[in-house]
């Protein structure tokens, strides 16, 4: 199974940006489907959005779209998500995580363990 570290967190305002990055160990990243999730306080941990193996095929949840963008570099296992126009309600904890076909990524279905996440803070 791939190791994975989540990267890039931090607080910013209402309308910013930030650009996460979920580092993987092993030679074996470019063979799975990957997904970024997130879970805010008192809330479930809920999908944002999943990229094939390729990153040919991506989709995204309702509330993200039009503003994050996931992305994949193979040659340096590496998956980003550039967060745009954020808003206090993206506050969250946000997880990586590695699986088969984007579709059951995004169930949530056949991931590895989670990690510790990176923390996003948007003030108001």
């Known amino acids: 199974q791939v190791q994975l570290v989540e990267s890039g967190g931090g607080l910013v305002q209402a309308g910013g940006s930030l650009r996460l990055s979920c580092a993987a160990s092993g030679r074996t990243f470019s063979s799975y489907g990957m997904g970024w999730f997130r879970q805010a306080p008192g809330k479930e941990r809920e999908f944002v959005a999943a990229i094939s193996t390729s990153g040919g095929n991506i989709i995204y949840a309702d509330s993200v779209k039009g503003r994050f963008t996931i992305s994949r570099d193979n040659a340096k296992n590496t998956m980003y998500l550039q967060m745009n126009s954020l808003k206090p309600e993206d506050t969250a904890v946000y997880y990586c995580?590695?699986?088969?076909?984007?579709?059951?990524?995004?169930?949530?279905?056949?991931?590895?363990?989670w990690g510790q996440g990176t923390q996003v803070i948007v003030s108001s």
């Open positions: 995580n590695a699986g088969g076909h984007i579709l059951t990524v995004r169930a949530m279905r056949g991931l590895g363990s």
